[in-house]
Structure formats: structure tokens, C-alpha cells
């Protein structure tokens, strides 16, 4: 039985419509997938970028720690926050040319496992030496996660903004975090601070996982 091209043509339109009302019904849950996925890549970006400051932010209260619980020297405790704020930089420019190569929520994941085992360290030792080596173990978790997130927010569309979002929750993570500080070390002892820490960086690991994306940047772009 034949078919005339009347009927071919009535084919082809409805097979069109069909495909056209299978998009219009797919589209809006891939625009929720695509708002949550940018929603979460902003709260890793922020968080990332709080546990990367916390190095230098809660210096202070590690070298006080220091000095208090373990009767540390003013001059033991600043070659300890020498060596850990060095060893972020200089993790940070080793890093550098790794950027494209690693998924950043891998290089985010593992210096949070770094920073969780100094810390854990920083806790339990007494010695200055050991101190000295966690120290400069968890600056160079510290940059790694900074890394991470900066390569994460440079393949974005709109670096620039997403990486001021990234800078401003930051803070929020920060004051939040060292308002809880107090509380941990009347429970723990002077110490309690790299405990907090361990457990922040643990925290935030489950959260790094949504950095999938990193990049080296060919040109210089601006959102406006």
C-alpha cells in the first residue's frame, strides 16, 4: 500500500511537533540543573575560599595556642606562622601550572585532607619540631584548596563576579568560624583551635566536590 506525499508531509510535521513538545517539556529541568549546579559551584567557591584564608586569619589564635599550650617561644611561634603562610604561597605557585590538568574538586579534596591530618597533629604534639612540619603540611593543604577554587571560579562565565561572590562568603565563613573558637577551647583547652580547623576542612570536603571545572585563562575577560 502506497503513501501519498500528502500523508509523508502530515508524518513529518507531527513527528516535528512531538519533538518540539519533548523539548519544551525537557527544557525547564535542565534549567534547574543548570541554577543548581551554578548555585552549588558558588557555595564551593566560598567555602573554599574561607578554609584557604583561614591560614592567615586565624594565625593569631595558632600562634596564642601555641604559646599557651605548649609553652612555645614568641620566636618558635613566628617561625611556625613563617612556615605555614610560606608554604601556601609556595604550594600555590607549584600548583599553578597543574590548573588544567586535575579536576580542582581533586586538588580541593586532597588539601583538605592534608589540612584535617596537620591540624589533628597540631592537637596532639608538643615538640616544636613536629609542630613545625604540620605546620607546613597544612599551608600547603591550605594552598592547594586555594588553588582549586580560584580555578574553579576562572572557568566560569563571569569570573570576576563569581570570584568577589567567592571573597564575600568567604568572610562570612571566617567570622563564623572563629566566633566558635571560644567555645571550643574552653571544652578542649588552648589547643581547640586546630581541632575546629580539622573539623571545618572535613566539613568542607564534602562540599569541594561540586569544583569540576578548571581552567587556564588565554585572554582577560570582564563581566561588564
Not at 24 to 52: D, F, H, Q, W, Y
Not at 69 to 89: C, E, I, N
Not at 187 to 205: D, E, H, M, N, W
Request: net charge positive.
Amino acid at each position: 500500500m502506497s503513501i501519498s506525499a500528502d500523508e509523508r508531509a502530515m508524518a513529518r510535521n507531527g513527528d516535528r511537533a512531538l519533538m518540539a513538545q519533548e523539548s519544551l517539556t525537557l527544557r525547564p529541568a535542565a534549567s534547574k540543573r543548570a541554577i543548581a549546579s551554578k548555585i552549588l559551584l558558588m557555595l564551593a567557591v566560598c567555602v573554599g575560599m574561607g578554609l584557604a584564608h583561614m591560614s592567615t586569619s586565624s594565625m593569631p589564635l595558632q600562634i596564642g595556642a601555641l604559646m599557651d599550650g605548649t609553652h612555645r617561644t614568641a620566636a618558635q611561634a613566628g617561625y611556625f606562622g613563617f612556615a605555614q603562610v610560606a608554604a601556601l604561597a609556595f604550594s600555590m605557585i607549584m600548583l599553578a601550572a597543574w590548573v588544567d590538568r586535575v579536576p580542582p574538586w581533586q586538588t580541593a579534596v586532597g588539601g583538605c585532607v592534608l589540612i584535617v591530618l596537620a591540624n589533628l597533629g597540631l592537637f596532639k604534639v608538643s615538640s616544636f619540631a613536629p609542630q613545625l612540619v604540620f605546620g607546613i603540611a597544612s599551608g600547603c593543604g591550605y594552598g592547594a584548596v586555594f588553588s582549586a577554587a580560584i580555578a574553579a571560579a576562572a572557568a566560569t562565565a563571569e569570573p570576576d563576579r563569581v570570584y568577589a561572590i567567592g571573597n564575600g562568603g568567604a568572610l562570612l565563613a571566617i567570622v563564623s568560624v572563629m566566633s566558635s573558637v571560644p567555645a571550643v577551647e574552653r571544652t578542649r583547652g588552648p589547643l581547640g583551635i586546630f581541632l575546629a580547623i580539622a573539623a571545618l576542612a572535613l566539613i568542607s570536603a564534602l562540599l569541594l566536590r561540586s569544583l569540576t571545572r578548571g581552567t587556564r585563562a588565554e585572554q582577560i575577560r570582564l563581566s561588564a
